[in-house]
Each structure stands twice: as structure tokens, then as C-alpha cells.
């Protein structure tokens, strides 16, 4: 396949992405054992989750965990430390970069209190639909295949080594580029689960 390919592109990006992705969900991790580090260790050095049952300690976890963000957005989207940023601003900063704002942060704390724990977080990070990692990557991959037209199906399906399955003019550009998305994300491997019975799929007689 051509290096220069609308699928080698695609391919790369996604690539790109994932890295992306990777990257900030551990930066999540950071955020939050740096917040632990600073406000809930006890003077024998650990970890007190019942220190968030505190209204003060509440709002001061979700300022450490946001400067984390904040600093590491900065560095992303190269901007100087020295520059001044309005509470708008560090929203759309945290919102572009972590997928969550100073604001959401806290009330999440004030509603979990001494329940928000590592164990919890992850939770909100995880891999789920609504999980902070999907949301974010599933952003950036639109971004990444949003150069595709609807010209490309018969290339997408040939990419993928599909032909003899798969019927690029029964299908949508939206079905094609998605099809594309899941043969990356599993390293070159489609799954027939995801196409089989499809208005696409050439079945087998």
C-alpha cells in the first residue's frame, strides 16, 4: 500500500492517537497520586481516604489534580508556564487535553467524599463507553479518519484485505471508516463478528 494512501494516513494517525491516549491516561494516574501525595498522606506516611470526608480537603484534591492537568496541557499545546490563564480558559484547556474540568472534578468529590478512591478513578478513566479514555480517544480517532470520501470504500475494503467479503457499494462511508477504525485497533486483524450479517457481507453459499 502506498505510503502516501488515504488508509496509510489514517493508519498512521491512529497510531499517533493511541500514543495520545496512552500518554494522558497515564498523566490521569499522575494527577490523582499527586493529589494523594499532598493531601491524604498521614504523619505515618498513609493514605487516609477518610481525609475527603473534609470540605476543605475535597476542594484542595481537585485543585492539585487540575494543576496537574493544567501543566501538562501547557506542555502539549505549547503554552509558556509564564502565561496568564482565565478559569475559562484552564476549562477548555482541561476539557481538550483530560476529558474533565476543575468543576467536574470536585463535585465528583464531593459526591464520592472518602469513596473516591484509586480503585474508583480508574473506574471513570476506564475503557467503557462513558469512561474518560473512550470519550477522549473516540474524539480524536473522528479527527483522524475525518479525511476520508465516500470514493474510498472500495480502497478501505481492499486495505483490509476484504474483497472477496466485503461489498464496498452496499455500504455507507460512515460503515466503511469504522470497519477501518476496528482492523487498526486490533493490529490488522477485522473480526468477522463485527461484519457478518451485515447488508455488505457477501455470504458464503
Not at 110 to 125: A, D, L, V, Y
Request: glycine share 6%; hydrophobic share 30%.
Amino acid at each position: 500500500m502506498p505510503e502516501e494512501s488515504r488508509v496509510g494516513k489514517a493508519k498512521a494517525k491512529h497510531e499517533t492517537v493511541d500514543m495520545l491516549v496512552n500518554t494522558i491516561e497515564h498523566e490521569h494516574q499522575q494527577a490523582y497520586s499527586t493529589a494523594v501525595e499532598k493531601h491524604l498522606k498521614n504523619e505515618a506516611g498513609q493514605v487516609d481516604y477518610d481525609r475527603l470526608k473534609e470540605t476543605d480537603i475535597q476542594k484542595k484534591f481537585a485543585e492539585s489534580m487540575a494543576e496537574h492537568y493544567v501543566e501538562k496541557a501547557r506542555e502539549k499545546f505549547g503554552i509558556s508556564k509564564d502565561k496568564r490563564l482565565s478559569d475559562e480558559e484552564k476549562s477548555m484547556l482541561l476539557t481538550a487535553y483530560a476529558g474533565i474540568t476543575k468543576e467536574e472534578l470536585a463535585r465528583v468529590i464531593k459526591q464520592r467524599k472518602h469513596r473516591f478512591t484509586h480503585n474508583f478513578f480508574r473506574g471513570i478513566i476506564g475503557d467503557n463507553e462513558q469512561g474518560l479514555r473512550a470519550n477522549i480517544r473516540n474524539r480524536l480517532l473522528g479527527s483522524a479518519y475525518g479525511h476520508f470520501e465516500d470514493e474510498d470504500k472500495s480502497e478501505i475494503v481492499k486495505a483490509m484485505g476484504k474483497e472477496a467479503e466485503l461489498d464496498p457499494s452496499k455500504m455507507t462511508l460512515e460503515q466503511a471508516v469504522a470497519l477501518l477504525q476496528s482492523y487498526h485497533s486490533n493490529r490488522g486483524v477485522l473480526p468477522p463478528d463485527i461484519y457478518e450479517g451485515a447488508v455488505y457481507h457477501k455470504k458464503r453459499r
